[in-house]
């Protein structure tokens, strides 16, 4: 899968590792959208998740790399 970065240029970015959605690690509940998510300079995109059945919060990290093409 392919993720749009944010740069001016058009380029763009590929997710490294997987994109689907994580299961919640304490109860293994589906969890659908993130509560927020942030791009840092270092190239990864952070995920906090909070699931709906049993509370627990946890981040995620996309590492991104920039393919030139």
């Known amino acids: 899968m392919i993720v ?3 740069c001016r240029d058009g380029s763009r970015a590929l997710a ?5 959605r994580p299961k919640c690690p304490r109860c293994s509940g589906n969890l659908l ?9 270092r190239g ?4 906090d998740w909070s699931c709906d ?4 919060q946890f981040v ?6 920039r393919r030139l093409d």
């Open 4 to 6: 749009q970065s944010a």
């Open 60 to 65: 995620t990290s996309v590492r991104l790399w």
């Open 53 to 56: 059945d049993c509370g627990h």
């Open 33 to 41: 959208v993130a509560e927020e998510s942030r791009f840092n300079a």
């Open 16 to 20: 490294t590792e997987s994109l689907r």
């Open 44 to 47: 990864h995109v952070d995920h």
